[in-house]
């Protein structure tokens, strides 16, 4: 079986060229192993070989973490390896942080597997796990033993192309994509065994962990309605009948922009609703009752709003990604921004 | 409450001149029961199909999928309060046909139904790729509105099972189990050191193709209430309701409620099962508050100790959940919550629409916008165009080939939240 190659990353202090007072080395490759890459080596055995290593000072990087990146991943290029190695930089903040940003930019610009190691707490595991693979080590460098054959094992996996289990099993940080996979029992036995072990006080692992939720401050109130400039927007699918931008009953990925300049009132059959969460007859009768254009022409008229904007923005909120309704949420707002918008009426179902 | 089912075998299903089970066959007469339906005049036609475990068959859209059953002994008659009157069923003797199942298809009512695959990849995400199904393709007459198309075809899927559920009458079942349900103070008496447990059972109440019937009863308007686990055996829970096929309780999840059974079975060994409360979920905030506080304080006058909570749904469905979750565990009740996620494709968007800190215990059954392509069948029973607009289904599933992409929210039963199957969810 043909030798698996590796290129590795160091910084100063691993790389044997100094401590702190030489974080500004600019990054230099070695076509062997160096430092701890000696010890990933011998572990890889008959199966791989460490072909470079690239050394870079921790202050170098930390400086300039864009040009550094593209320094060194312009120096692997010229290199064919199967697989990238970053660390272990345990607790070193800036060790992880460079670790984290050269194994995505190698991913990403290269198109090769890599794997950084270090401490869970490391701020470099924070910002880079969800994108590259990170491997817990210990703290300090006293868990270097422990910490090279687990690096060795994981890059010999990732350089076969081996598909990688869960963090549990593998030892690296969770990047959070929720995956399908089938269980040994149905849910309603895993559930009453769940709570049994509940009632008895015993330990168990909850199959769904409370997402959590970011909170938008919310803009400050509009101050003079009457002279306002206010839009519909809503999630609640209705759009012109036949549906023209093709805008799907759940997870929509797409929202529709859709002109009611000179219209008073929707009514029924000219537009419809795709939304496939709700009872949609009523709304079928009369499209106002989700998207109540009637009701602010009248608002319109009297005079309690300056003006209704001359379009409404609508999606299907079934279902839909919180990725995808944020991307909408952002777009909308810049588009009701450009146009004058003050305000928006969200509905939704 | 005690109640015998005895399960009726079916191994293959034939058409015959006369409607019998004999060796394992299940006969049909199909004039006979096409005409039985026909006598609703919402139904202008009924072609009736067979979809075997194995057979390269894709049934869509699918309304409804109920397991042919009949009182043999016992008060009343299966699906009270449609297919006979409103006496309390739940005693007595139950006839099942077993690895069968009726499957309501045909025109479109909505965009909610879904896709049964009986082989290929797609057959592995729900349990009914594995039974002898009867697909009833209803054509309702013209000028029909929504509201009366679900009813007719929901009607007709009762009345064809309850058809069919007659061969099994005068049959020697293959196997017996008989669930006993102790009432309060006999289960206190009985198993005084065991944990008492009890299941809330939340039934989806929302409208057009989002309701269910209890005795026949909307669950709208309904307050939290009991009633024992041998009823639903006997269809006192009937579903109306199709939103994203992939989570709805179809009445054949409801006729075999896992929760339910698990908890029979448990009972007396390793639990107390104390009771099943329903519970519906409104569109409104304060009814959905109104029936939280009630589900806590029957769960309290009960005296549970634990309690499994099953949802329906997703989305506002969510905030039901986790008000019943939070008020039982401020009751010093330790919950369990069943139910499922939207992740989104790549798995890393927020899976629920509310969340409680006290939902410390969860089940999830799958992510259901995870995107899977199916190969093509040799057989459509229904209309394969439909995949474009059902929920999981976007432009663009059906491809030129026959084969089709869509999200797993599409496929009947894939993610139940009631726990049916064995799909679940990880975090890599």
């Keep these: 079986m043909k030798k698996l190659k590796f290129a590795h990353y160091i910084n100063q202090f691993y790389g044997q060229i100094g401590g702190e007072d030489k974080g500004d080395q ?33 202050t170098y990087f930390a400086e300039n973490p864009e040009k550094a990146a593209e320094e060194i991943t312009d120096i692997l290029k010229k290199y064919d390896f199967d697989c990238f190695i970053a660390g272990p930089a345990f607790n070193a903040g800036r060790y992880g942080m460079a670790c984290g940003a050269i194994c995505r930019a190698v991913q990403e610009r290269l198109g090769a597997p890599a794997v950084a190691s270090m401490y869970t707490e490391n701020p470099g595991a924070e910002i880079y796990a969800k994108d590259i693979y990170v491997l817990e080590t210990g703290k300090s460098a006293a868990a270097m033993k422990d910490a090279l054959p687990a690096i060795a094992e994981f890059a010999l996996k990732l350089a076969r192309g081996v598909e990688i289990g869960f963090p549990e099993d593998e030892g690296y940080i969770p990047q959070g994509r929720r995956v399908n996979v089938f269980a040994d029992k149905t849910g309603a036995v895993r559930g009453v065994d769940m709570l049994l072990s509940k009632l008895k006080g015993e330990s168990f692992t909850t199959e769904l962990p409370m997402p959590v939720f970011d ?79 009637d009701v602010m022409r009248l608002l319109e008229k009297e005079g309690v709003i300056g003006k209704l904007f001359e379009y409404f923005y609508s999606t299907v909120g079934n279902t839909t990604a919180v990725s995808s309704a944020k991307r909408f949420g952002e777009e909308i707002g810049r588009d009701l921004l450009a146009n004058g918008v003050d305000g928006a009426i969200l509905t939704s179902t | 409450m005690q109640l015998e089912v005895g399960k009726v075998m079916v191994r ?63 008060c009343g008659q299966v699906f009270p309060g449609f297919i006979s009157d409103v006496d309390t069923v739940g005693e007595g003797v139950t006839h099942v046909l077993e690895g069968c199942a009726v499957v309501t298809c045909g025109k479109i009512v909505n965009f909610q139904e879904g896709i049964i695959d009986m082989s290929g990849p797609g057959a592995k995400y729900n349990s009914f790729s594995a039974l002898n199904n009867v697909v009833l393709l209803i054509e309702p007459v013209s000028g029909l509105t929504k509201h009366a198309h679900e009813a007719a075809v929901r009607l ?34 009985l198993y005084p050191d065991l944990p008492r447990v009890v299941y809330v059972y ?104 634990g309690v499994i909570v099953t949802e329906e749904g ?75 607009i059902i929920t999981g289904g976007f432009s663009g599933s059906l491809h030129p080939d026959g084969s089709i992409t869509v999200e797993l929210a599409s496929i009947m039963g894939s993610l139940c939240e009631l726990g049916y199957e064995r799909l679940t969810t990880r975090l890599k």
Excluded: W
């Excluded at chain 2, 005409?35 to 009736?48: F, G, W």
């Excluded at chain 2, 559920?165 to 103070?185: H, R, S």
């Design chain 1, 26 to 58: 600019p990054p230099v490759v070695h076509e062997k192993a160096v430092g701890p890459g000696s010890g990933l080596e011998k572990l890889f055995g008959e199966e791989g070989e460490i072909i470079a290593t690239v050394i870079c000072g921790d």
């Design chain 1, 215 to 293: 909170r938008v401050t919310p803009a400050p109130a509009v101050k003079n309605l009457a002279r306002a400039k206010i839009a519909l927007v809503t999630s609640g699918g209705v759009v012109p009948r036949g549906n023209p931008d093709r805008i799907e009953a759940a997870n929509a990925t797409k929202y529709g922009k859709y002109s009611i300049e000179g219209i008073d009132d929707l009514v029924t059959d000219e537009y419809i609703t795709v939304h496939g969460g709700y009872d949609p007859v009523y709304v079928l009768e009369d499209p106002d009752r989700v998207l109540p254009v």
């Design chain 2, 12 to 74: 293959d299903i034939r058409f015959a001149d006369r409607t019998r089970m004999e060796s394992g066959v299940l006969h049909i007469d199909k004039n006979e029961l096409v005409k039985y339906l026909k006598e609703d005049a919402s139904i202008k036609d009924v072609d009736i199909d067979i979809a075997r475990p194995g057979e390269s068959v894709r049934i869509i859209p699918v309304k409804d999928i109920i397991q042919p059953r009949i009182k043999v002994k016992g």
């Design chain 2, 156 to 189: 007709a899927g009762l009345k064809a099972s309850y058809y069919l559920g007659k061969a099994a009458q005068n049959v020697q079942p293959d196997e017996k189990e008989t669930f006993t349900y102790n009432t309060l103070t006999e289960a206190a008496r």
């Design chain 2, 202 to 305: 939340m039934i989806q109440s929302q409208g057009l193709m989002h309701d269910n019937y209890i005795y026949g009863l909307d669950a709208k308007g309904i307050l939290p209430t009991l009633i024992s686990p041998t009823e639903v055996i006997d269809g006192a829970i009937v579903s109306g309701n199709c939103a994203a096929p992939c989570h709805k309780n179809t009445t054949f999840h409801h006729l075999n409620n896992p929760v339910i059974m698990d908890l029979l079975r448990r009972h007396g060994r390793e639990l107390c099962f104390a009771g099943v409360i329903i519970t519906n979920e409104s569109t409104m905030l304060s009814y959905k508050k109104r029936a939280a506080h009630f589900t806590q304080k029957l769960a309290r006058l009960i005296e549970a100790e």
């Design chain 2, 314 to 388: 997703g989305g506002n469905p969510e905030t039901d959940l986790m008000l019943n979750c939070k008020l039982l565990e401020k009751s010093d009740i330790k919950t369990v919550l069943i139910t499922d996620e939207y992740a989104g494709r790549d798995g890393r968007s927020q899976g629920l629409a509310d969340v409680t800190a006290e939902a410390d215990a969860v089940i999830t059954n799958g992510n259901g916008n995870e995107l899977i392509t199916l190969p093509p069948m040799e057989r459509t029973i229904g209309v394969l165009e439909s995949v474009e």
